[in-house]
């Protein structure tokens, strides 16, 4: 079946250092991949998505290419601010899964001044 | 534009006993689901209507769970009796019309009901 798979945090960083994400899947056909983003005590939101190969998700600073070839979906960002502090979700929706998102373990990120 | 809502945001219950959660989804959005997340995890689908019709309730307990979207606008799920290991974070979560936007449409969450049991 679907699955999704992504680094374990937490990741650490120091403000304005660069991030990474890393997200890969296993599905059949060309799913949708998105990265949703749960800050403390909040629901998650979505922060982008890719629909077809090859597509550039952005928003925020946040980018992600949905890479075919390599079943990957990795989340960057140039420079992370302390507000940036959250867990983040990788997760795909199946052409044959009604929409159904499967997500991934959730990585934590934790920005320091 | 209000977002999906959610109640209670917290509840705690002794095992055995039942509790239920409400969820109303965005105006006009046809698709309703409800989420697991447990500490740590993902969240993972418990149950997905069509209106208020069920798509997938394949991962439902259904021995102790059962959701209802009666008019297709606002749902409930409902825990009767509840385990230990039902502790976790209920979403619910809506999207337009799975019918037109299908697997590319984005589900806009709500901020989840926090459940312990005791």
């Known amino acids: 079946g679907d699955s999704v798979t992504q680094m374990e945090g937490p990741v650490t960083l120091s403000e304005e250092a660069f991030l990474t994400i890393n997200c890969t899947y296993t599905a059949t056909g060309y799913p949708s991949l998105f990265w949703y983003v749960q800050y403390p005590g909040e629901g998650l939101q979505l922060l982008l998505k890719a629909t077809k190969a090859d597509d550039k998700g952005s928003n925020k600073g946040f980018e992600a290419t949905y890479r075919k070839e390599t079943t990957s979906f990795h989340l960057e960002k140039g420079s992370v601010q302390v507000s940036d502090s959250a867990v983040y979700f990788c997760a795909l929706s199946g052409y044959d899964s009604w929409g159904k998102l499967q997500f991934g373990a959730g990585t934590q990120v934790v920005v320091t001044p | 534009e209000a977002g999906v809502a959610q109640s209670p945001r917290y509840k705690i219950i002794e095992k055995r006993q039942s509790v239920a959660f409400w969820c109303n989804p965005i105006?006009?959005?046809?698709?309703l689901y409800w989420y697991q997340q447990i500490l740590g995890q993902g969240p993972k689908l418990l149950i997905q209507?069509?209106?208020?019709?069920?798509?997938?309730d394949s991962q439902l307990p259904k021995d102790r769970f059962s959701a209802e979207r009666l008019k297709g606008v606002d749902s409930t799920l409902k825990i009767q009796p509840a385990k230990l290991e039902d502790s976790a974070v209920y979403l619910c979560?809506?999207?337009?019309?799975?019918?037109?936007?299908?697997?590319?449409?984005?589900?806009?969450f709500g901020p989840g009901t926090r459940l312990t049991v005791l």
């Open positions: 979560a809506s999207s337009l019309d799975l019918r037109t936007s299908g697997f590319t449409d984005t589900q806009y």
């Open positions: 209507f069509q209106n208020n019709g069920v798509v997938d």
């Open positions: 105006s006009g959005h046809a698709t």
